[in-house]
């Protein structure tokens, strides 16, 4: 039922968001030069690499795309970026992942290879799911970048204070999973995206 409904979403997602996709990606080729995705290598199910697409919100740099960490760093975010990190609208590009079968709409967000590789037998229990776009931890944790941006050190602050805390999150999320579950996920995360 999940994959029946991811299918449905993301495809429909996709329809019903194009022509707002297609001014985004417009408006970032006149303000932002460079290329309108952001592409990083993932880690999802069962431990399987794959590549996550976002709308790029930062200037471009080398290296980025390799799986780098930034915690904390807003310097290279631009003005229509900051925007489209706060209205979620960065993330329309993962329903090209939810199709193609990487992730699902709801679930564990997907880190980078860097922090998979901290906590390792708790990333082995939340790598038995597929990685979506929204979680309670991304609700819980939508200010994380504000968090990081105020820390003197944002890497062992992300490491040791909101790494093991999303952990958790991910894990009681593989145990109590059900589809009423995720529809009140996805209704919680368009309350906080609208309302907060």
């Known amino acids: ?20 996709i297609l001014f985004i990606a417009l408006l970032m080729k006149l303000l932002m030069p460079g ?57 329309l590009p993962q329903l090209i992942n939810v199709l193609k079968g990487d992730m699902s709409i709801v679930g564990p967000r997907p880190e980078v290879i ?7 037998e708790k990333w082995k229990i ?14 819980v944790f939508r200010n994380e970048e504000a968090i990081l941006k105020t820390s ?9 204070e909101i790494l093991p805390q999303k952990l958790k999150l991910y894990i009681e999320y593989v145990y109590n999973r059900s589809f009423l579950g995720d529809m009140k996920i996805i209704f919680k995360t368009l309350i906080t995206v609208f309302f907060k």
Do not use: C
């Open 1 to 20: 039922m999940k994959s029946l409904f991811d299918l449905f979403f993301s495809f429909t997602g996709l329809l019903l968001f194009s022509l707002p």
């Open 114 to 120: 860097q922090w998979t590789e901290v906590y390792p």
């Open 152 to 160: 003197e050190n944002p890497l062992e602050t992300y490491q040791n």
């Open 126 to 139: 939340v790598h038995t799911v597929k990685p979506g776009i929204t979680d309670n931890a991304s609700i």
């Open 35 to 91: 290329p309108v995705f952001f592409k990083q290598m993932r880690i999802g199910k069962n431990g399987k690499p794959f590549r996550l697409i976002k709308f790029r919100s930062m200037k471009v740099a080398a290296g980025k795309s390799a799986g780098s960490f930034d915690a904390g760093d807003s310097s290279r975010i631009t003005p229509l970026g900051l925007f489209l990190r706060k209205t979620k609208l960065d993330e």
